[in-house]
């Protein structure tokens, strides 16, 4: 623990757990005033830098240990929006069955705790497959939309219709 409270990163850390808020979104140059320091090229550059990864990064170590997981980065408006997880999401449904598209995608796998990786395996599909299904390239159909849905339903991923 003491590696996040002297991190830089723990002035964010504390104005998110003091927040309260469900979903936060903040620009960058905001975050630069809540940290007093500028974030770092690559935060500005690389969606990676946003990941919610548990190991490696002390940034999302940070705002995970506020309870809250980066889930909107707009690197071109330079703009996040955080979010606590647990929330339930609103599913579009056709003839009784869920429309997985990227938002709920990638709330599934940040329910898992999995990297794009981790969770490519799980499902049995390419990662680059996972990255155009997080980023709206492409939308789960047929069998992945089952397997999907069944990924779901085993680890009591909160969605309703």
């Known amino acids: 623990m003491s590696d996040v409270i002297t991190s830089k990163y723990y002035p964010l850390q504390e104005y998110l757990r003091q927040s309260g808020e469900n979903e936060i979104s903040l ?5 630069e ?8 090229a690559t935060a ?3 969606r990676a830098w946003w990941s919610n990864r548990s190991s490696g990064a002390v940034q999302a170590k940070a705002w ?4 809250y997981h980066a889930e909107e980065v707009d690197i071109t408006n330079e703009q996040v929006t955080f979010r606590r997880p647990g929330q339930v999401y609103e599913v579009q449904r056709i003839d ?3 429309v997985w598209d990227a938002t709920l995608v990638k709330a599934l796998r940040v329910h898992l705790e999995m990297t794009q ?3 490519a395996r799980k499902l049995g599909v390419r990662q680059s497959t996972i990255s155009e299904w997080e980023t709206g390239v492409y939308e789960p159909r047929g069998a992945s939309t089952t397997v999907l849905s069944i990924v779901a339903e085993q680890t009591q991923f909160p ?3």
């Open 27 to 31: 620009s960058f140059t905001a975050i």
């Open 33 to 40: 005033q809540i940290l007093g320091v500028s974030l770092p």
């Open 44 to 46: 500005r550059s690389q």
């Open 64 to 67: 995970m240990l506020a309870g």
């Open 96 to 98: 009784g069955e869920p």
């Open 117 to 119: 990786t981790e969770f």
């Open 159 to 161: 969605y309703t219709a």
